[in-house]
């Protein structure tokens, strides 16, 4: 058991790789104000990228205003 990865014993790497887009993903539209299209300025992705990444994560897409 690594002491420096202790959660690579809990999950495969895809599953850490998923939990770390869900907790990036959630924190940008949370830090932009469901605003999409500053969340993917500021993931250096492409507005459809990000609805994507949501869509696969199974995360909701923030209401528009």
């Not at 790789?17 to 500053?38: D, I, P, Q």
């Not at 993917?40 to 994560?57: E, T, V, W, Y």
Request: charged share 25%; net charge positive.
């Amino acid at each position: 058991r690594s002491t420096l990865f202790p959660y690579t014993t809990l999950f495969r790497s895809h599953e850490l790789v998923e939990v770390f887009e869900r907790a990036y993903v959630t924190r940008l539209l949370m830090e932009h104000k469901g605003n999409l299209s500053a969340a993917a300025r500021a993931a250096g992705i492409d507005r459809m990228s990000i609805h994507k990444l949501i869509a696969r994560l199974g995360l909701q897409e923030p209401a528009e205003s």
